[in-house]
């Protein structure tokens, strides 16, 4: 609560993430002030120690040096003419957010890569038709995480089997883990709701709450666009990201997408597809190696400081699964809760503990081995409860500050994190409602269906 609350008053997102983090270790550490700095510097030791950690933050800077040498190149520019000037694909503001919201539907196979690509594409239009960062920020947010949580072909999936089949191999639930997620998947209600809920703002250009006063980029994007250069000079890199995804996940997996590594998986991609512009571009004459080199560089130099935020989510999100809150939420609720009313319980349940914590996979690791017994228990449809929590995970997560995917999409589309956030919530919030009021009509539909 103090790290969203100093968010929201000082945008400062670095110094509210440590105000919440070092108040959670001085809980930890007994109101000490010296324990609290020895347990700061080694939470941080410790969280730089993990592999996966350090990938997606040099993912991360990455990012920044693909998208510098995608404007460099002149490829940006030479898209925005085809689609603007040649084709006319895009004459308005609704089709230049249209299309980063069909990019973020079709791309589905990791959220962090879809919303980048969604980013990337959508942005150079967006500035052409002024349409603000922070619309095309909420559009690449709300398509990302959701289709993930949907289309399970990816890491999201490979997750949430392993979870399930922890209950099966416990012998709490029988069946077969692959039926019982697609089963979970047609109540992702919040998922769906939020697909539909940012198709009709984009299409009848709804502009609600703070996303009324949304600000236009300040930025000097290059918008005469030229047309003598190609725009493969941007297709292809994405062209390569989408694929090397697949494709290192498969390895990684060792024969098996589903079980591949994620983080892994993300940080070779961006750097096969850096290898690969370094062969095009300069193979092409379109760019010196020292241009190449000097691009990447101050790509990368522009998204450190989105590495250190990302450093800082984590981190909070370590302390507050020391502090057990997703257990204390979870106990809270279990003591008195009647059948009807379980499914829309264990959505509000995830979502407080997704907000809190700023991760929708840790809310699953948190709640599936909670909800799907408290289901057994009371004879309710299993299903259901695990739907519950995958669509509180992903409302939690889409709304919090301090979610990586928070983070992610505003550096795609080059928004503010506080300013995302604040123009993201109300439609969230609506499509969290209609979730909620489904959750609790399947509950009185289908009642004792375990």
């Keep these: 609560m103090l790290a969203i609350i100093l968010a929201l008053y000082t945008k400062n997102i670095v110094l509210s993430l440590s105000g919440g983090i070092f108040l959670g270790l001085f809980f930890l550490h007994g109101f000490s002030f010296l324990a609290t700095a020895d347990a700061l510097v080694a939470l941080f030791f410790s969280l730089l120690s993990e592999g ?17 040498l995608m404007q460099k190149s002149g490829g940006i520019n030479g898209f925005v003419s085809f689609m603007t000037q040649k084709t006319r694909l895009v004459n308005s503001p609704r089709s230049a957010l249209l299309v980063s919201y069909f990019i973020g539907v079709l791309i589905f196979i990791e959220s962090s890569i879809t919303s980048l690509i969604a980013g990337a594409v959508g942005r150079p ?8 960062h922070a619309k095309l920020a909420f559009v690449c947010d709300s398509t990302s995480a959701p289709v993930s949580s949907l289309i399970v072909l990816n890491g999201w999936g490979a997750l ?39 198709f009709l703002a984009v299409w009848f250009n709804i502009d609600i709450g703070a996303m009324k006063h949304a600000k236009l980029s300040l930025a000097k994007t290059a918008l005469h666009v030229n047309a003598h250069v190609s725009m493969n000079y941007m297709l292809i890199p994405i062209f390569l990201m989408i694929a090397f995804v697949f494709v290192f996940l498969y390895i990684t997996g060792e024969g098996n997408m589903l079980k591949g590594s994620g983080s892994t998986s993300i940080y070779y991609t961006m750097l096969a597809t850096l290898s690969v512009m370094f062969l095009y571009y300069v193979g092409t004459k379109n760019m010196s190696v020292k241009t190449y080199t000097k691009s990447a560089y101050i790509g990368a130099k522009k998204l450190f400081p989105i590495a250190v935020i990302l450093l800082f989510a984590f981190a909070i999100g370590e302390v507050t699964v020391d502090l057990k809150t997703g257990e204390y939420l979870a106990s809270l609720a279990n003591e008195s809760l009647s059948l009807f009313l379980l499914s829309g319980v264990i959505f509000l349940l995830s979502s407080i503990i997704s907000f809190s914590t700023g991760t929708s996979w840790g809310t699953f690791s948190i709640m599936i081995p909670i909800a799907v017994p408290m289901a057994v228990g009371m004879d309710a449809d299993v299903a259901l409860a695990i739907g519950a929590v995958i669509s509180g995970g992903v409302f939690g997560d889409h709304c919090s500050p301090i979610s990586d995917t928070t983070i992610i999409s505003s550096l795609a589309s080059d928004c503010e994190v506080i300013e995302h956030v604040k123009t993201q919530l109300p439609y969230a919030l609506i499509s969290g409602f209609i979730a909620f009021f489904l959750f609790i009509l399947f509950g009185f539909m289908t009642p004792g269906s375990s």
């Excluded at 996966?52 to 510098?68: D, Q």
């Design 52 to 68: 996966w950690i350090l990938k997606t933050l040099a993912f991360a800077v990455l990012v920044g040096s693909v998208m510098e």
């Design 160 to 198: 949430l089997l392993g979870l399930i089949a922890t209950q099966i191999q416990t012998g709490i639930i029988e069946g077969d883990n692959v039926n019982l997620l697609l089963h979970s998947v047609m109540y992702n209600f919040y998922a769906m709701s939020a697909l539909i809920v940012t």
């Design 125 to 132: 239009l967006c500035d052409k038709e002024k349409v603000p």
